[in-house]
C-alpha cells in the first residue's frame, strides 16, 4: 500500500529520515514523542510538503504520478484542525460530496450518530473530543482503501478512544484490501490495534518490529554488577546502568528465563521498548 525508502526533509536542526512500509491489508502503527517526526511523515505522504530527497510510492505507483482518483482513495486525519469552525456539521457533507466521489452521505450520518456529533451546531461550539471524532468520521465515510490517520485519538477519553478504535477494526474487516497507517504518543492505543509497529525519534526509525513479537519475545532483565558480569550477552537489545546494577532489553526473553531462572526478567510493555530504545545503550 506505502513504500517510502529514505525520505528527507529538513528543518533546521529537524531532520526526517525515514524508510517505512505499510503492507496491503495491514494497520501500522509510528510512535513518536512530540516533535519526534510524525506529522511531518504523514504530511510527506499526503504531499501536504515537498520532501528533499527519497522515495514514496503508494497503490503501487510513484507519488509524482498519483492521479486526484488515487488521492480520493486515502482517507486523511490530519493533526491540527481539518474544517473551519464556522462550518456545521451538515455544512460538512456539503463540502465531503463535492470533494469525493465515493462519499456516502448515509455512513457518514450514521458514524456522526454512533459518536454522537451533532449535525446541526457549528464546529465552533464542539469539545476537542467532538472535533477528533469529526475528522476520523469524514476519513470513513468515502471507501478510502488507505486511511492515514495522524493522532486520530489526541483530546479523546478513554470511553471514545475505545469507540473510535473499535470502528477502524470494524472499518478493515469490511474490506481484507484496506490498510491504514496511525500515529500516537501512546503506545496503549497502537498495541491491540496495530500488526506492527515503528518507533520514530528525532526524525530517525529507530525500530520496527511487529506487534506480536514485541508483546511476546521482548522482556527487561534487572541484573545486578555481578549478574551482569556473568550475563551472556549475545541477545540483548539495549542496556542501560540503573543504582541495582543494569537493566537489560532481550527480544528472546525465553533465552534468558530458561538460562538464568533466578534473575528479575519481566515482560516488557511497547513504553519500556521506547524507553530503552532511546535511553539505554547499544551493547
Ligand atoms: N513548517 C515547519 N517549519 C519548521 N520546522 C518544522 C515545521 N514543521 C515541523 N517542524 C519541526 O519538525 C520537527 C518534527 O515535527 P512534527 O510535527 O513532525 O513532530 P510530531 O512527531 O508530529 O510531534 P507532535 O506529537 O508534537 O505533533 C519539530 O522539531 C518541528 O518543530
Same mark, same amino acid.
Request: hydrophobic share 40%; aromatic share 4%.
Given at each position: 500500500m506505502l513504500k517510502m525508502k529514505n525520505v528527507k526533509k529538513n528543518y533546521g536542526n529537524f531532520q526526517l529520515d525515514c524508510t517505512l512500509e505499510v503492507p496491503d491489508g495491514c494497520i501500522t502503527g509510528l510512535i513518536g514523542?512530540?516533535?519526534?517526526?510524525?506529522?511531518?511523515?504523514?504530511?510527506?505522504?499526503?504531499?501536504?510538503?515537498?520532501?528533499?530527497?527519497?522515495?514514496?510510492?503508494v497503490f503501487g505507483k510513484r507519488h509524482t504520478e498519483m492521479t486526484l482518483e488515487d488521492k480520493e482513495k486515502m482517507g486523511i486525519v490530519l493533526s491540527g484542525s481539518m474544517f473551519s469552525e464556522i462550518l456545521s456539521g451538515k455544512e460538512?457533507?456539503?463540502?465531503m460530496d463535492s470533494m469525493y466521489r465515493n462519499f456516502r452521505k448515509d455512513r457518514f450520518v450514521n458514524l456522526c450518530g454512533k459518536l454522537s456529533i451533532p449535525l446541526d451546531q457549528k464546529i465552533k461550539g464542539f469539545s476537542s473530543?467532538?472535533?477528533?471524532? *469529526?475528522? =476520523?468520521? %469524514?476519513?470513513?465515510?468515502?471507501?478510502a482503501?488507505?486511511?492515514?490517520?495522524? !493522532?486520530?485519538? $489526541? /483530546? *479523546?477519553? =478513554?470511553? %471514545?478512544?475505545?469507540?473510535?478504535?473499535?470502528?477502524?477494526?470494524?472499518?478493515? !474487516?469490511?474490506? $481484507? /484490501?484496506?490498510?491504514?497507517?496511525?500515529?500516537?504518543?501512546?503506545?496503549?492505543?497502537?498495541?491491540g490495534l496495530c500488526d506492527d509497529l515503528y518507533m520514530i525519534h528525532?526524525?530517525?526509525?529507530?525500530?520496527?518490529?511487529?506487534?506480536?513479537?514485541?508483546?511476546?519475545?521482548?522482556?527487561?532483565?534487572?541484573?545486578?554488577?555481578?549478574?551482569?558480569r556473568k550475563l551472556d550477552k549475545s541477545y540483548l537489545l539495549r542496556v542501560k546502568k540503573e543504582h541495582y546494577g543494569y537493566?537489560?532489553?532481550?527480544?528472546q526473553i525465553r533465552f534468558y528465563r530458561e538460562n538464568y531462572p533466578d534473575m528479575v526478567i519481566e515482560k516488557s510493555g511497547i513504553d519500556d521498548v521506547i524507553m530503552m530504545t532511546i535511553k539505554g545503550e547499544e551493547i
Open positions: 514523542e512530540n516533535g519526534a517526526g510524525k506529522s511531518t511523515t504523514f504530511k510527506a505522504i499526503e504531499k501536504l510538503i515537498f520532501i528533499d530527497s527519497g522515495e514514496i510510492e460538512i457533507i456539503r463540502i473530543g467532538m472535533k477528533a471524532k *469529526l475528522k =476520523v468520521a %469524514a476519513a470513513l465515510s468515502h471507501e482503501k488507505f486511511l492515514i490517520l495522524d !493522532e486520530p485519538t $489526541a /483530546g *479523546l477519553d =478513554v470511553v %471514545a478512544r475505545d469507540e473510535l478504535l473499535n470502528l477502524l477494526r470494524e472499518y478493515m !474487516e469490511e474490506d $481484507a /484490501g484496506r490498510s491504514i497507517l496511525i500515529s500516537s504518543h501512546i503506545a496503549g492505543d497502537l498495541e528525532n526524525g530517525k526509525i529507530i525500530l520496527h518490529e511487529e506487534t506480536d513479537i514485541l508483546l511476546s519475545n521482548y522482556g527487561l532483565l534487572k541484573a545486578d554488577e555481578e549478574q551482569f537493566s537489560c532489553m532481550t527480544d
